[in-house]
């Protein structure tokens, strides 16, 4: 987990880019102001597209705790 979000690829218009630069960076802070744990499931939900069910063994935690 290094707090990084994935990129997409801009369709050549700078205000896209912009936009998109922006986004990015707002994802950023606000993945920083979460705590490691509720990062960490918002990252393996989100991005690596785990299920609830999948990150509560990961994590060793109940379903519940994961919701």
Sequence with gaps: LDGRLPERV???DPEVA?????RRERG???LAEL???KR???VMF???GLSGREIAQLLDVPLGTVH
């Design 10 to 12: 801009a369709d050549g």
């Design 35 to 37: 705590d490691l744990e």
């Design 28 to 30: 950023h802070r606000l």
């Design 18 to 22: 912009l936009d998109e630069r922006r």
């Design 40 to 42: 960490a499931v918002f």
């Design 46 to 48: 989100e991005v690596e």
